[in-house]
């Protein structure tokens, strides 16, 4: 059994994990709205979100599910004929169909997340940072830097 000063922080662990995936949430789908309005920069940084997400098997989950609502509702609002989007070799892609035969790579995250990329290190997660803190310096988009932040706040909470 756990103390109550135990509990409060737990509690206080999860609202902070509850804002962050609200935030997260939003920035995926303000920065997804930019990429379907053709802004090249936005598939960059989603796929910064997501390969930084896939180094932490439960994250990547998290992002997953996050990608999977947000763009299978975008589509359905712009009358889009799209499955729900995922990152695969680099590139946003459609994802597969559940029970679909393809290359081998899951549906949900393709070929290059695996075993070997959950293994994630200190040492990973503090240049995961340093390039990310680096992209937020340069970039001028209100809504591209929101999304950097978030994946930053999330790796240095991991920290």
């Given at each position: 059994m756990i103390t109550i000063k135990d509990a409060k922080f737990l509690a206080n662990e999860l609202i902070l994990g509850t804002d962050i995936k609200s935030r997260a949430t939003d920035t995926v789908r303000a920065t997804y709205a930019a990429f379907v309005s053709g802004d090249e920069?936005?598939?960059?940084?989603?796929?910064?979100?997501?390969e930084i997400c896939a180094t932490d098997k439960p994250t990547l989950a998290v992002i997953r599910a996050i990608f999977?609502?947000?763009t299978k509702k975008m589509h359905?609002?712009?009358g889009i004929e799209k499955r729900a989007m995922v990152v695969k070799e680099g590139k946003l892609a459609e994802s597969q169909e559940r029970g679909a035969k393809g290359d081998g790579a899951s549906g949900d995250g393709?070929?290059?997340?695996t075993g070997k990329e959950f293994a994630t290190t200190k040492k990973r997660d503090e240049n995961a940072i340093r390039v990310l803190s680096a992209l937020l310096s340069a970039e001028q988009d209100v809504e591209i830097r929101n999304a950097l932040s978030v994946a930053i706040?999330?790796?240095a909470y991991k920290l």
């Open positions: 920069k936005a598939e960059k940084v989603l796929v910064t979100l997501w999977n609502r947000v359905k609002e712009l393709g070929a290059e997340n706040d999330a790796l």
